[in-house]
């Protein structure tokens, strides 16, 4: 009987222990985060944008003023102007957005399992600020494989 008890015991420990958290979410670095209320924010950003960057609308495909945008440079959060994507990382996924193969820095962009809409997906967000980018797929060209589907409207081009 003893022994039944210290088996539930240390299956009760074992269970609780065990890693749960989703591969895909990354944990945020603490430093130089930009918090600002929802009033605030809805101040310093137009209503489309705040309806995508932060209530995690998607804008309508092929209506974003960067899906077919070819200048160099370097896309910048829209909301606190943290760098996230280069130009030489963009092509065309034929999806309606703007894609990138690639983030500047992978600790820049936050990735979190997002169950809604009756699908499984990574929902991208600026680490810096939290707001909404959009999703990142596993479908993009060679050699990351991934593709950063992003809102026109939760970024900013800067040549
Ligand atoms: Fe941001």
Redesign the pocket.
């Known amino acids: 009987m003893k022994s039944i008890f210290y088996l539930v015991i240390l299956f009760t420990f074992a269970s609780c222990t065990s890693n749960s958290q989703p591969k895909t979410t990354k944990p945020m670095s603490t430093s130089n985060k930009?918090t600002k209320t929802e009033e605030e924010w809805k101040k310093v950003l137009s209503p489309e944008q705040y309806q995508v960057i932060r209530q995690k609308g998607t804008e309508t495909p092929y209506t974003g003023k960067y899906y077919l945008h070819k200048e160099k440079g370097t896309y910048v959060?829209a909301?606190?102007?943290?760098e996230l994507f280069k130009s030489d990382t963009k092509f065309d996924a034929g999806c309606g957005w703007p894609s990138f193969s690639d983030a500047i820095d992978s600790s820049r962009v936050t990735y979190t399992t997002d169950k809604t809409h009756g699908m499984i997906r990574t929902e991208i967000t600026?680490t810096?600020?939290?707001?909404h980018l959009g999703h990142v797929f596993e479908d993009g060209p060679k050699p990351t494989g991934l593709r950063y589907c992003v809102n026109s409207l939760s970024i900013e081009f800067k040549k």
């Open positions: 930009v959060c909301a606190c102007g943290a600026c810096k600020c939290g707001g």
